[in-house]
């Protein structure tokens, strides 16, 4: 077992109720039968004690050793009431399931019984209980987890499961100017895709920057708004920034850190520092701008994925 | 006052400091709730342009900042920062609120400036960013 397992197990016995996982349906006795009654049905269930019920009242508990010492002194035929142990550790119902263990596992007990406030009898814990609930909740986190990664497994498997000599997906996203309150939506769509496509932390972080700065400048620069367009293949991601916007009057001047043509109000807002640009082209592999004036503008970024290609290993093209 | 000596961004020895820790050197309150107070903080940067943020932001580090519109909360989504603190007791809008809600970004408020916030968590030994590289000459 791994350092992992035994912390997932720790935390499950933290995180459970023992109402949760008791046995309620237990075979109990009446203070008022007798040690011979208590031997031929401990024999009978092939069970080692039974808790001692008066009406509903956990009173004692009462096991095959008692039954044995009792047949020592030649008492089978004497009441449970005196020969039960009436000091018995019992658990609430609302406690965790870590002091029905501490009980079971380092004190060594065979069963805990469960009571409520008023010490009402519910049921028993063992070992085996415990064990059985463990192993069930670990299978339903591990259960889970696999459909989780089975989403994952899909969404970057369309690269395999589709055949051509090039399978892109694109994704489309169109952008409002002037729309502040929802400027960066895009972006955030397509990080979430990125995640579900299975691409690499370290890209998907490059490409949302990149993004959220070209999505950023449809919203301030552009009077028409704009369309983002994600094209994804096995092996690279392109990103193009559309509009039909005012245009740029001077591309090679845009392009220089620091240069800005961001009313104040955007300013306020902590844009428009003429970052934007620099800060896509640092992000993307390949960056291209074209621009003119009165037409529209078209931004156009690359990022490779080198080893991180998506889809199965096996050659593109190709199905393993 | 809670004191972490010297801390490395990188070292996975020293003391991380936590969400709680934070808390109390900022005496902040969480506005916005995702992950636990366990939450590890391993650094933290300040900027009240979004465009450095952008630049300069790293996965897993404290923003602390005095804009409190939306577009902090979505920039903070972008850059990979999971923590967001205002300064100087101001109050975002619902907006801003929200967005942190569906975006799984923490929010505290804190009633000290941003110099003296800032101070107070590096004194601490909430370590930065360091020397910022500046690539190609461009910026």
């Known amino acids: 077992m791994t350092v992992i397992d035994i912390t997932k197990v720790q935390e499950l016995t933290y995180s459970t109720r023992v109402e949760a996982v008791m046995s309620s349906d237990v075979i109990v006795v009446s203070p008022n039968a007798s040690l011979e009654e208590v031997k031929r049905l401990l024999l009978a269930k092939h069970i080692s004690g039974v808790p001692v019920v008066d009406g509903e009242l956990l009173v004692g508990m009462i096991s095959m050793s008692d039954v044995m010492e009792s047949m020592e002194k030649g008492k089978l035929n004497s009441l449970v009431r005196d020969m039960m142990t009436?000091?018995?550790?019992s658990v609430s119902k609302d406690s965790y399931l870590i002091e029905a263990v501490n009980y079971l596992g380092i004190k060594g007990f065979a069963r805990i019984p469960v009571v409520d406030q008023e010490g009402k009898f519910l049921g028993i814990v063992t070992p085996g209980i415990v064990m059985g609930s463990l192993l069930h909740e670990m299978d339903v986190k591990y259960q889970q987890k696999e459909a989780e990664k089975l989403q994952t497994y899909r969404a970057s498997h369309i690269f395999d499961d589709m055949?051509?000599?090039g399978t892109s997906l694109v994704l489309r996203f169109m952008v409002n100017d002037h729309d502040f309150s929802n400027a960066g939506k895009a972006s955030s769509t397509i990080k979430k895709s990125l995640q579900r496509l299975g691409v690499a932390p370290g890209i998907v972080r490059r490409v949302c920057v990149a993004v959220y700065e070209a999505e950023m400048n449809l919203v301030i620069h552009t009077d028409v708004g704009g369309?983002?367009?994600?094209d994804v293949r096995r092996d690279r991601l392109k990103v193009s920034a559309v509009d039909h916007g005012p245009g740029i009057e001077d591309v090679e001047r845009v392009l220089q850190p620091g240069y800005s043509t961001a009313p104040q109000w955007i300013r306020d807002m902590g844009f428009g520092a003429g970052m934007g640009l620099a800060n896509i082209r640092r992000c993307s592999d390949v960056m291209t701008l074209?621009?003119?004036?009165?037409t529209g503008t078209r931004l156009e970024t690359l990022f490779r994925f080198g080893e991180h290609a998506l889809g199965s290993p096996a050659a593109p093209g190709k199905r393993s | 006052m809670v004191k972490y000596a010297a801390l490395s961004i990188n070292s996975p020895f020293g003391d991380r400091m936590k969400l709680r820790d934070i808390l109390?050197?900022?005496?902040?309150?969480?506005l916005v709730e995702h992950q636990g107070l366990d939450g590890e903080i391993p650094m933290a940067g300040a900027a009240d342009l979004m465009s450095d943020v952008l630049a300069f932001g790293s996965e897993g580090m404290m923003?602390?900042?005095?804009?409190?519109?939306?577009?902090?909360?979505?920039t903070a989504e972008m850059a990979g920062i999971n923590v967001v603190v205002f300064v100087r007791d101001k109050t975002p809008p619902p907006e801003t609120v929200e967005l942190a809600k569906d975006s799984g970004i923490t929010i505290l408020i804190t009633r000290y400036t941003m110099y003296e916030a800032c101070g107070r968590l590096y004194q601490a030994g909430l370590p930065g960013l360091g020397p910022v590289k500046i690539e190609n000459d461009t910026w």
Do not use: F
């Open chain 1, 86 to 89: 009436t000091e018995v550790k």
């Open chain 1, 163 to 165: 055949t051509s000599d």
């Open chain 1, 227 to 230: 369309e983002i367009i994600v």
């Open chain 1, 290 to 294: 074209m621009s003119e004036a009165g």
């Open chain 2, 24 to 30: 109390e050197i900022l005496s902040a309150r969480v």
């Open chain 2, 63 to 74: 923003l602390m900042t005095g804009l409190t519109n939306p577009q902090v909360v979505r």
